[in-house]
Nanobody, 121 residues
Framework: VQLQASGGGLVQAGGSLRLSCAAS????????MGWLRQAPGKERELVAD???????HYAGSVKGRFTISRDNAKNTVYLQMDSLKPEDTGVYYC????????????????WGQGTLVTVSS
């Protein structure tokens, strides 16, 4: 699976951005998909995940503000980010997993390149 993330940019606090991740391959629908981010000087963390059966999981810091969704017909996963905060700044990566179980950044088999999100105060 090859993944291509897009949609990052500079936004003021309180604003919104929508990230997209286009996947290659005919088996996209069978993968769980995640968005992870890495802030400067910090470890990469799981932000949101959507399973092959559309079950979603969010980090506590983004719950209620971010929404992950997928369109299997377009082989694309999205991350709608609302009410952005400066602490949401970082490089956002999309990733795909075959793994089923408790999620962590190690759960993912395939990674896209990152897209930078900068939230100004």
């Amino acid at each position: 699976v090859q993944l291509q993330a897009s949609g990052g940019g500079l936004v003021q606090a309180g604003g919104s951005l929508r990230l997209s991740c286009a996947a290659s391959g005919r088996t996209f629908s069978s993968y769980g998909m995640g968005w992870l981010r890495q802030a400067p000087g910090k470890e990469r963390e799981l932000v949101a995940d959507i399973s092959s059966s559309d079950n979603t999981h969010y980090a506590g810091s983004v719950k209620g503000r971010f929404t992950i969704s997928r369109d299997n017909a377009k082989n694309t996963v999205y991350l709608q980010m609302d009410s952005l905060k400066p602490e949401d700044t970082g490089v956002y990566y999309c990733a795909a997993r075959n793994f089923v179980g408790p999620l962590s950044r190690e759960s993912y088999n395939y990674w896209g390149q990152g897209t930078l999100v900068t939230v100004s105060s």
